[in-house]
């Protein structure tokens, strides 16, 4: 069935690093790609996202780029700090409200 | 203010018996979804809804029932809690012209 594989699962970065995470998606029907960020006890919250007729998208010290030949797609957050520590989550749909979740990257941003 | 809002919160029960978690937003939009949150599983969508008494399965439907008879409500039906369904929901809602997706603030169920 569809899914969305997201990378890494755990990633540790030091304050001022830069930040990839990784999500190859399924259903080539895919046509809009989220990311969210949930604090801990949080709602998801939506930081950026993209559409598949967008290669690249940003936003302050965050970027999504899209790779649909390849069905990838990544989050760049760059300068680092540490409330950027959080869980993130992409997310692909294909159509209508239909949304398929990466399980999630537990980012650390050590001071 | 715009939200979604969910009750109850916090639900600890027991196995087989019914409850319902209710999901309400006041923004107006076509489109409702109920997702469950386990760790390491990321969220996985339960049903969704894209407009009055329309509704479609998710990737995990089994053991859930919802319904939509009014545009704002979108409750989550548990007719026989097991153990297994012990988990975080969120509601979430969406206008049907627009990408966001606005989430309620979760509802944690623990199912004994």
């Known amino acids: 069935g569809e899914n969305v594989e997201q990378h890494p699962s755990t990633l540790s970065v030091q304050e001022g690093d830069s930040a990839v995470i990784k999500c190859t998606y399924s259903?080539?029907?895919?046509?809009?790609f989220p990311w969210y960020k949930q604090e801990l006890g949080k709602r998801p919250q939506l930081i950026i996202d993209?559409?598949?007729?967008?290669g690249e998208k940003k936003d302050q010290r965050i970027a999504v780029t899209l790779n649909k030949t390849a069905k990838h797609f990544s989050l760049h957050i760059t300068e680092t700090q540490p409330e950027d520590s959080a869980v993130y989550f992409c997310?692909?749909?294909?159509?209508?409200?239909?949304?398929?979740f990466g399980a999630g990257t537990r980012l650390f941003v050590k001071a | 203010e715009a939200q979604v809002t969910q009750n109850p919160r916090y639900l600890i029960t027991v196995t087989g018996k019914k409850l319902t978690v209710t999901c309400s937003q006041n923004?107006?939009?076509?489109?409702m979804s109920w997702y469950r949150q386990d760790p390491g599983l990321g969220l996985r969508q339960i049903y969704y809804?894209?407009?009055?008494?329309?509704?479609d399965k998710g990737d995990v439907p089994e053991g859930y029932k919802v319904s939509r008879k009014e545009k704002r409500n979108f409750p989550l039906i548990l007719e026989s809690p097991s153990p297994n369904q012990t988990s975080l929901y969120f509601c979430?809602?969406?206008?049907?012209?627009?990408?966001?997706?606005?989430f309620g603030p979760g509802t944690r169920l623990t199912v004994l």
């Open positions: 809804s894209m407009n009055v008494e329309v509704t």
């Open positions: 259903d080539s029907a895919s046509n809009y």
């Open positions: 993209i559409r598949s007729n967008v």
């Open positions: 923004m107006n939009h076509e489109y």
């Open positions: 997310a692909a749909s294909p159509w209508g409200f239909k949304t398929i």
């Open positions: 979430a809602s969406r206008d049907s012209s627009l990408d966001e997706q606005f």
